[in-house]
């Protein structure tokens, strides 16, 4: 049996930051194209960031994330999203818990946390949705058949998310990082 003990300030705080990165992925869903960033990491890394939950608890963070970003999607493959979160969120709280993370970038713990969670949720969703289209390509067929008529080949695919994974860390790292001091501060 699994035991949740976030405290309800700690829910809330989740709560709020997910719902603010699911309105910055519906806004973002103006730019057109088969892949988009992916914003919402940038607040499931600073809620990490902020309350340090157990590993089970940033696996449901990362799972909401995920359900969140496969909902409000136009990738070539949203539920990929529903692996690359948990990932991301794992790999979220081994960095902020100083597993992944050298002293000389402690002071940018937030930011650092995103970039690096970022990586790592962008690289499984790519990996996920590169082995749906090369390996499953019947599934494809039946669940996006024009997609499946124009799919590119997986190194294509591949290389063509690397500048989208890369530009999105980066993007998150400075969110997260300018967020997490004024976000500590409210917490008191």
Do not use: W
């Not at 359900?67 to 493959?77: E, K, P, Q």
Request: with cysteine; net charge positive; proline share 6%.
């Amino acid at each position: 049996m699994v035991v949740i003990s976030m405290k309800s300030k700690d829910i809330v705080i989740v709560g709020v930051l997910l719902g603010i990165g699911a309105i910055v992925r519906l806004v973002s869903l103006v730019i057109p194209g088969a892949i988009t960033s992916n914003l919402v990491i940038a607040f499931y890394a600073l809620a990490i960031a902020l309350i340090l939950p157990t590993l089970t608890e940033a696996i449901g963070i990362g799972l909401v994330a995920g359900i969140i970003c496969a909902l409000i999607s136009h990738s070539v493959f949203p539920p990929a999203n529903l692996n690359s979160e948990p990932v991301g969120a794992i790999v979220a709280l081994l960095v902020i818990k100083g597993a992944l993370i050298p002293n000389v970038l402690r002071k940018y713990k937030a930011g650092v946390t995103a970039l690096v969670a970022t990586l790592a949720s962008g690289f499984t969703f790519a990996a996920v949705a590169a082995f749906v289209i090369v390996a499953l390509p019947e599934f494809l067929n039946k669940a996006a058949p024009s997609l499946a008529k124009g799919a590119p080949p997986v190194d294509v695919f591949i290389l063509g998310l690397l500048p989208i994974v890369i530009g999105c860390a980066i993007v998150n790292f400075f969110i997260a990082q300018v967020l997490y001091i004024p976000a500590k501060k409210a917490m008191r």
